[in-house]
């Protein structure tokens, strides 16, 4: 059996600083009730499809996708990148073509986050491993729909362009009562989004 594992890595791994977004679809339950499955396959595809485009659009790296869900990071220093795309997300999936066709009204909901990771591959996928993760996931999971929520090491990262004012505290799992988080606006509504080209 111990020869079916993999391999672990000779050199040491060394913690990176990150900038983490997840996002997230919300009412995909519904929308898997009541379309049917072929044309609910499509839709997720394309939803994810351009979301992980987006990520890697503005340099982000893509680290995994989940049905309805796509989660990536960028450098620290390049928070406002991550910011940016999670802000664009937005509106990348209130237009899609295809739930236009459908009848489908796509919303979904973000979380941010900034911290030390480690990232390697696991699997032969990157992964990354550190509390930035699991806090971008309970941002997400505490954001309404249309929400895009930051904690408050990202916000420091961020310029005049957004505005962030703070949220009351939060108690998310894991993370204790006192969470300092921050919902992100684009300051300018008609901000250009990043073109992407498809081929």
């Known amino acids: 059996m111990p020869e079916l594992l993999l391999p672990l890595s000779a050199e040491p791994l060394q913690a990176t600083p990150v900038c983490v977004v997840l996002v997230d679809l919300t009412g995909s339950t ?7 499955l072929t044309h609910y396959m499509a839709l997720m595809t394309e939803f994810v499809q351009v979301m992980i485009l987006s990520f890697e659009a503005r340099g982000g790296i893509v ?3 989940q049905g309805d869900a796509v989660l990536g990071y960028w450098p620290a220093v390049r928070a406002a990148d991550a910011c940016q795309v999670a802000l664009e997300a937005h509106a990348r999936a209130a237009r899609l073509g295809l739930a236009g066709l459908l009848g489908a009204a796509l919303k979904l909901r973000a979380g941010v986050a900034l911290g030390d990771v480690i990232v390697g591959p696991v699997g032969g996928q990157p992964s990354a491993y550190g509390l930035p993760v699991n806090y971008a996931r309970r941002l997400c999971d505490a954001a309404r729909s249309g929400e895009t929520l930051a904690c408050a090491a990202t916000v420091e990262q961020l310029g005049a362009d957004m505005v962030k004012p703070p949220c009351e505290a939060l108690t998310l799992r894991g993370f204790g009562p006192d969470c300092r988080v921050h919902r992100l606006t684009l300051r300018d509504a008609t901000h250009p ?7």
């Open 30 to 36: 519904s929308l898997a009730q009541t379309l049917p």
């Open 193 to 199: 989004q990043t073109r992407m080209k498809v081929s």
């Open 63 to 65: 680290l995994q996708h």
